[in-house]
T-cell receptor, first 118, second 116 residues
């Protein structure tokens, strides 16, 4: 069965600090997809990144970077030089292939509440 | 026009009321989803529609009734709800390809529902 664990319930940092959000997943499939979403106070989940299990290259997008390590089943997310606008709930999610019969079954972690203070 | 819209954004209803939530996607996707987000719980998938056919019903009580008249619109009909059904209801859409490649789901802003 799929499982996503975000052990950090809440993180509080001061602006310009770097912060890393942890995500650990479990799946029996060899083909799977990992996602990060941001949920600001308005409620909408904003897609940040999608990564398939065969692509272990780390990715950087502006102040955001992601570290995918299959050996430890982790897909961590780092925000460099955090800003107040980064304050939100961040969700890690997993979708596996389930034999190609399971469309859209995203399993979400509990989310990490990030607060960036000025 | 934003990708996925939901109306109403806020809804208060009594346990005997009947109401409907509406979701519309402007992304040309062929799959749509309903999720429930309760306080201190992970997002829960409720229903999946793929090419207008319901492909997933995640053991959702019958007081929630989905309807997908076409690939752009999705409704969630509510009747005789309970206070514990109060939550944020999120709609999402994706473009599913043959073989189930698990494409990215794009979410709407949600409807905050309060059941009194």
């Amino acid at each position: 069965a799929q499982k996503v664990t975000q052990a950090q319930t809440e993180i509080s940092v001061v602006e310009k600090e770097d912060v890393t959000l942890d995500c650990v997943y479990e799946t029996r499939d060899t083909t799977y997809y990992l996602f990060w979403y941001k949920q600001p106070p308005s409620g909408e989940l904003v897609f940040l990144i999608r990564r398939n299990s065969f692509d272990e290259q780390n990715e950087i997008s502006g102040r955001y970077s992601w570290n995918f390590q299959k050996s430890t089943s982790s897909f961590n997310f780092t925000i460099t030089a955090s800003q107040v606008v980064d304050s939100a709930v961040y969700f890690c999610a997993l979708s596996d292939d389930a034999g190609g019969t399971s469309y859209g079954k995203l399993t979400f972690g509990q989310g990490t509440i990030l607060t960036v203070h000025p | 026009e934003t990708g996925v819209t939901q109306t109403p954004r806020h809804l208060v209803m009594g346990m005997t009321n009947k109401k409907s939530l509406k979701c519309e996607q402007h992304l040309g996707h062929n799959a749509m989803y309903w999720y429930k987000q309760s306080a201190k719980k992970p997002l829960e998938l409720m229903f999946v529609y793929n090419f207008k056919e319901q492909t997933e019903n995640n053991s959702v009580p019958s007081r929630f009734s989905p309807e997908c008249p076409n690939s752009s619109h999705l409704f969630l009909h509510l009747h005789t709800l309970q206070p514990e059904d109060s939550a944020l209801y999120l709609c999402a859409s994706s473009q599913e390809l043959a073989g189930g490649s698990e494409e990215t789901q794009y979410f709407g802003p949600g409807t905050r529902l309060l059941v009194l």
